[in-house]
């Protein structure tokens, strides 16, 4: 029973730490971002065919976060011209799991069930306009199952993305 216990302790463990965050980032080693001043969020796209996800609300969201953590680095947004421009999608996929765990006489026997969730990415760029070049990108997801979750986590991943911005060379 304890062993059965402790296997079962363990794969939700496991399970926790797949539906983690990743963020990965990428950037122009030949960029002085020193020189960036300002931003403008140009575009920004939803690709969710979850009404959760696919809102005004969402876009709003996704683009206030982005303005807070950029105006933290010290950028101020504009409307006109700026030093970079934003450009953000975001979308979900749903794509299923599978998850064993003890099952039968003593724990002897494994149980395996197919488990459909979400997956969430968020793709931020940053662009130059005077060269139209991608200066700097995050990509960050979540296999939060739950929509209206994976909305409420959107902040958390635009906050940690930006963690990496201006990058260290």
């Known amino acids: 029973m304890k062993r059965t216990a402790i296997s079962f302790l363990l794969i939700v463990l496991a399970a926790s730490v797949v539906r983690a965050q990743k963020i990965s980032t990428e950037f122009d080693e030949t960029k002085n971002f020193s020189t960036y001043r300002t931003f403008a969020i140009r575009d920004g796209q939803l690709n969710s065919k979850n ?94 199952r739950d929509p209206a979750k994976l909305a409420d986590k959107l902040d958390d991943m635009v906050r940690k993305s930006f963690e990496k911005y201006p990058p260290k060379k």
Do not use: C, H, M
Request: net charge positive; proline share 4%.
């Open 51 to 144: 009404p959760a996800l696919n809102s005004e609300l969402t876009k709003k969201k996704i683009e206030d976060e982005i303005e807070r953590a950029l105006t933290a680095k010290g950028l101020t947004r504009v409307t006109g011209a700026s030093d970079l421009n934003v450009r953000y999608q975001f979308g979900s996929a749903r794509k299923v799991e599978r998850e064993a765990y003890p099952a039968g006489w003593r724990g002897l026997g494994t149980r395996v069930v197919r488990v459909p969730y979400n997956e969430g990415s968020l793709v931020i760029d940053l662009r130059d306009p005077s060269t139209r070049s991608l200066v700097w990108r995050s990509i960050a997801s979540d296999s939060e």
